[in-house]
Nanobody, 119 residues
Framework: QVQLVESGGGLVQPGGSLKLSCAAS????????MAWYRQAPGKQRELVAR???????NYADSVKGRFTISRDNAKNTVYLQMNSLKPEDTAVYYC?????????????WGQGTQVTVSS
C-alpha cells in the first residue's frame, strides 16, 4: 500500500499562484505515472495534469500554459505549480499515483486539498 499526502492548498486571489505538493510513503511498491485531479462541487472529478516516470507530461486544456506538473523520484513527490489562477480553478485537488506491487498495479489517492480562488 501507498499513502499520499497533499499540501499547499489555500485561498488565493485571481491571478495569484500556489504550489501543491504530494509525497508518497510506504514500502514494497513502485510508482509509474503520477497525476493531479480536481473536483468542484456538483461536478465530476477531472484530470488536471499527469506525469510519467520518465517525465512526459500532459495537461487539461483549461490549465495548459498556466500549470506545471513535476516530480522528484528520489523524494517520491509530485508537484503542481499553479500560476495565473482563475475562480474556475476553485476545487478540491487530489493527488494520484499509479502504483505497482508484486501482485498487480492500482491507483492510490490522497485525501485532497482545497484550492479557492476568490477576490
Amino acid at each position: 500500500q501507498v499513502q499520499l499526502v497533499e499540501s499547499g492548498g489555500g485561498l488565493v486571489q485571481p491571478g495569484g499562484s500556489l504550489k501543491l505538493s504530494c509525497a508518497a510513503s510506504g514500502s514494497g511498491f513502485s510508482i509509474n505515472a503520477m497525476a493531479w485531479y480536481r473536483q468542484a462541487p456538483g461536478k465530476q472529478r477531472e484530470l488536471v495534469a499527469r506525469i510519467t516516470s520518465s517525465g512526459r507530461t500532459n495537461y487539461a486544456d483549461s490549465v495548459k500554459g498556466r500549470f506545471t506538473i513535476s516530480r522528484d523520484n528520489a523524494k517520491n513527490t509530485v508537484y503542481l505549480q499553479m500560476n495565473s489562477l482563475k475562480p474556475e480553478d476553485t476545487a478540491v485537488y487530489y493527488c494520484n499515483a499509479d502504483t505497482c506491487a508484486v501482485v498487480s498495479c492500482f491507483a492510490s489517492w490522497g485525501q485532497g486539498t482545497q484550492v479557492t480562488v476568490s477576490s
